[in-house]
C-alpha cells in the first residue's frame, strides 16, 4: 500500500472519530456560541494542537507502556475525568452571569483561555491515545515510511482543526448566539450536566480498572 493510500485511510477512520460527539463538541460548540468566533476558532486550534500531541505519543508507543504500567492509564483516566468535572461545575455556576462583551485586552485573554481550555479537554481523556493507536496498528505497515510519519501529524491537525473550525463558525453564527441569549441558564446547565456525566463516566470507568 502506497503512502498517499495509508494516510487516506487513517485520515478518513479519523474523520469519523472527531465528528463523533463528546466533551470536545460541547466546549467548542459553548465557546463559539457564547464568546466569539475568533474564540471558537482557538478552541478549534486547541483541538488540532491536542491531535498533534497524540499522534505523536501514538507513533512513539505510549500505548505499549500505558498497557504495561495500568496504574499510570488510571492515574490518566481520574485525572482527566476530574478535569472535566471541573469545566463542568465552572458552567453550571456561570449560567446565571450574564454575558459580557469583552475589550481588545481582555479579548486576547479570552482567546487564549479558549485555546488551553479547548487543548486541556482533548489531552483529558487518555482513551483517545487508545484510539489513536488502534487505528494506527489496523493500517500502518510494519516499517513506517518517513512521509507517513511526517504526514500524519499534520493531516491530523487538518482534521480536528477543519472539523471543529465547521462548530465554531456554524454556533458562533446570529441565529443560535439569539437562542443561547434567550435561554443561557438552561443551556449552560444542560451543557454542565453533559459534561459532568462525561467526567463521571471517566472516573468511573478508571475506578472499575483497579
Known sequence: ????????????????????PGPSFVVVSRIAISRSRLDGLAAAAGMGVGGIVFSVLALAGLTALLTQFAWLYLVLKLAGGAYLVYIACRIWRGAKEPLEVSGTVEGRSSIRRSFSTALLTQLSNPKTIIVYASIFAAFLPKSIPFGVIVG????IFAIEFGWYAIVAVAFSARRPRQVYLSAKRWIDRSAGLVMGGLGLRLILSGAALR
Do not use: E, T, W
Open 152 to 155: 500524519l501529524p499534520i493531516g
Open 1 to 20: 500500500m502506497s503512502s498517499a493510500a495509508i494516510l487516506a485511510s487513517i485520515f478518513a477512520a479519523m474523520l469519523v472519530g472527531a465528528m463523533s
